[in-house]
T-cell receptor
């Protein structure tokens, strides 16, 4: 059974810092891993999807890496801004016939102006 | 356009009411999902439809009844809910049920309060 852990649970940084969010998962037999952002009381915004054969994906100031064999993914945010404040969720799938996403408990990020 | 829309945004209902949540997407996706999210917890999968057929029911109580009338529309019918069913209900869609590069896109959610 896929289990997902995200570290740290909460993070507060000053504006402009580069930061790394960590995600580890127990079952490496995945198709994809998605990173999402969620603002309080809102839906999930898909940030990046990494397919299992890829090592990294980039979108603007975001870079996600995947090491499938060790069950780890990181989300790197460059030059953080107050608007980046949100909860970040990592979700590998279960690699099965239904691509069921297994969510971590998230990292709550606060970027101080 | 990667938009999934959900109505209503907020819903308050009594335990004897019947109400419905609606979700719509026009991306040509053939898989659609309902999730439930309690405060400070990650989303939990409830139901998955593929090509308008129910593929997954995560042992959800029968007071929640999903329906997929066509490839763009997903409903969740609610009846005789309990206060502990109060949560944010999220709809999502993806191109297909499984496989590589199968990105899920989420709607803004319906905040449900059961009195």
């Amino acid at each position: 059974k896929q289990e997902v852990t995200q570290i740290p649970a909460a993070l507060s940084v000053p504006e402009g810092e580069n930061l790394v969010l960590n995600c580890s998962f127990t079952d490496s037999a995945i198709y994809n891993l998605q990173w999402f952002r969620q603002d309080p009381g809102k839906g999930l915004t898909s940030l990046l999807l990494i397919q299992s054969s890829q090592r990294e994906q980039t979108s603007g100031r975001l870079n996600a890496s995947l090491d499938k064999s060790s069950g780890r993914s990181t989300l790197y945010i460059a030059a953080s801004q107050p608007g980046d404040s949100a909860t970040y969720l990592c979700a590998p799938d279960d690699g099965g016939a239904t691509n069921k996403l297994i969510f971590g408990t998230g990292t709550l990020l606060a970027v101080q102006p | 356009d990667t938009e999934v829309t959900q109505t209503p945004k907020h819903l308050v209902m009594g335990m004897t009411n019947k109400k419905s949540l609606k979700c719509e997407q026009h991306m040509g996706h053939r898989a659609m999902y309902w999730y439930k999210q309690k405060a400070k917890k990650p989303p939990e999968l409830m139901f998955v439809y593929s090509y308008e057929k129910l593929s997954i029911n995560e042992s959800v109580p029968s007071r929640f009844s999903p329906e997929c009338p066509n490839s763009s529309l997903l409903n969740l019918h609610l009846h005789a809910l309990q206060p502990e069913d109060s949560a944010l209900y999220l709809c999502a869609s993806s191109q297909r049920l499984a496989g590589p590069y199968n990105e899920q896109f989420f709607g803004p959610g319906t905040r449900l309060t059961v009195l």
